[in-house]
């Protein structure tokens, strides 16, 4: 069993992968803390509480808002027509009666890390902001956590939001340089991978056909909200019934790292020159250059079994199945 967080910026991609987290035997989520990107933090975090009521989960799982803008004071948010105005693809789920916590989330965090005694994995599917301020306020942090996993970053392809830079580390490039830094044991899932896996509409209804009794309202919710997001894929990259699979693969990888093939790097992320923001520098000298930790960044993955995999838990399978180390 892996205890997470989750750090997100809830929005469609984010939901399927909370949601999967939430259903795995393979995790127990001690939380989710929210921040801009996809939306804003309490939009982000209404979303995550109506994804965990949805979830039927059985246990308990906090959520902490956390920062509203980039450690340089700038609130960006991704147009509606990606995500929705509410983040989930404008589909409604019920309201939760649980409400965010009091804390911070950087401070929740912080709080998690210490209780845990080196066994707490970090998920991040959005910004690194709340990752990197809880770093900046216990720079002990590094040691305490297992840990990190974060989808972003584009190490051997072009970016999503110009030619170097993907959207995540883009929208806080200063928090990744923070993180990268840090000597956290970090494993980046980047464009390299996720716009090599693919959602298909066939997937879908496999999912729906096969869908347990118990997660039959999460398949609906999947079919729905995947609408809007296919759509996305078929207008801005004319991908007919069909999506790339961004953060749910990050979490896969969280759950079972063999999943993927890895390049070791040492690098700094850019972020005081606007034409090159959010660019990742990798250290290619002989001679390191780059006082770091190395990354470990996902090169390649077996993207059909991922995606099978994402969509069983959700199924009719036998409990535990699926019991990676």
């Not at 929005?11 to 127990?28: E, K, T």
């Not at 989710?32 to 059985?58: M, V």
């Not at 989930?88 to 804390?103: A, T, Y």
């Not at 959010?278 to 000298?285: L, R």
Request: proline share 4%.
């Amino acid at each position: 069993m892996k205890n997470i967080i989750i750090d997100a910026d809830t929005g469609v991609d984010d939901s399927l992968a909370i949601l999967y987290a939430l259903r795995s035997p393979n995790f127990h989520v001690e939380g989710i803390t929210t921040c801009f990107g996809n939306n804003n933090a309490e939009q982000s975090a209404d979303n995550s509480l109506r994804l965990i009521k949805l979830s039927n989960c059985g246990y308990e799982v906090p959520v902490a808002v956390g920062a509203n803008e980039s450690l340089e004071g700038v609130f960006e948010s991704a147009p509606a027509f990606i995500h929705g105005d509410n983040g989930i693809g404008n589909v409604i789920l019920p309201e939760s009666s649980q409400k965010p916590l009091d804390e911070k989330a950087e401070d929740f965090i912080i709080r998690k890390a210490n209780e845990l005694n080196g066994e707490l994995i970090i998920i991040t599917t959005g910004r690194m902001t709340n990752l990197a301020k809880a770093y900046l306020k216990d720079p002990e942090l590094p040691k305490k956590v297992k840990k990190v996993v974060s989808m972003g970053g584009c190490i051997d392809v072009p970016g999503n939001i110009n030619n170097y830079a993907e959207a995540n580390i883009h929208g806080d490039a200063k928090a990744a340089d923070v993180v990268f830094g840090a000597g956290f044991h970090l494993t980046l899932v980047g464009l390299d991978v996720t716009m090599k896996t693919f959602i298909t509409d066939r997937d879908v209804r496999n999912l729906c056909e096969y869908a347990s009794e118990e997660c039959k309202p999460i398949a609906e919710y999947i079919r729905e909200v995947l609408k809007f997001y296919f759509e996305f894929h078929r207008v801005s990259m004319g991908m007919a019934n069909a999506c790339v699979v961004h953060d749910p693969l990050a979490m896969l990888i969280a759950e079972d790292p063999s999943l993927g093939i890895y390049k070791m790097i040492r690098a700094s992320v850019e972020y005081e020159h606007e034409p090159f923001k959010g660019m990742i520098k990798k250290d290619m000298g002989f001679i390191p250059n780059l006082d770091r930790e190395e990354i470990a960044a996902c090169i390649s993955v077996n993207s059909e079994v991922a995606v099978r995999r994402l969509f069983a838990v959700f199924q009719d399978m036998t409990p535990g199945r699926y019991n990676w180390k």
